[in-house]
């Protein structure tokens, strides 16, 4: 049964989250969090082979991966982590495709691509000049989609605070470049 099956990951993702998810209150067990987002995904990577078109099942595994992502660079394992992250760019790149108008799926690619970039830029990986300048970019189009959800929607708060993020790590990553201008140029 494909919705049991959803709201059974959906249980996962929560003990996830309460365990250890990333920057969130949380009880410190980031292995159990990684054991619980796993099984999350192991269940949705299921019932999407099974149902390609269900976009709550994709919704749900980008959710997985994004935070698999996170604990993945938590613990320094970089390329995994890029990995993870690639893949739920891809997932909310393929839902905003599938239903452009829909609000929630441009906020969830705008996180998708803020927490990439945070994940190329990361000093404690060493990342290059290259992977700062990409992270740059990154942090661009989340900066662009928030700005355009909060033109659209003025009195959600929550949008304008997450364009305010995203200024802040295009701040950051200009920073670590040693380029306090913040043109491309340099």
């Known amino acids: 049964d494909g ?15 309460v365990q250890g998810k990333p920057y969130r209150p949380n009880l410190g067990d980031s292995p159990g969090a990684l054991l619980s ?7 949705l990577q299921s019932v999407t082979a099974n149902d390609p078109g269900n976009r709550e099942a994709r919704r749900y595994l980008r959710i997985a991966w994004q935070n698999i992502g996170r604990l993945q660079g938590r613990v320094g394992d970089w390329a995994s982590a890029l ?6 760019v891809a997932i909310s790149e393929a839902l905003v495709s599938a239903d452009p108008d829909r609000a929630a799926y441009r906020s969830l690619l705008a996180d998708n ?9 990361k000093r404690e990986r060493g990342a290059p000049v290259a992977d700062n300048r990409e992270a740059i970019a990154w942090f661009g189009k989340a900066l662009h989609l928030h700005e355009a959800l909060g033109a659209a929607e003025p009195g959600n708060a929550s949008y304008r605070y997450a364009a305010g993020v995203d200024y802040e790590y295009i701040g950051i990553a200009f920073t670590q ?3 306090m201008t913040g043109d491309p140029q340099n």
């Open 3 to 17: 919705e049991f099956q959803l709201e059974l990951a959906a249980g996962y993702l929560k003990v996830g989250d």
């Open 37 to 43: 987002y796993r099984k999350a995904e192991e269940i």
């Open 83 to 88: 990995t993870s992250e690639r893949g739920a």
């Open 113 to 121: 691509y803020l927490h990439f970039g945070e994940a190329l830029y």
């Open 177 to 179: 470049l040693g380029d």
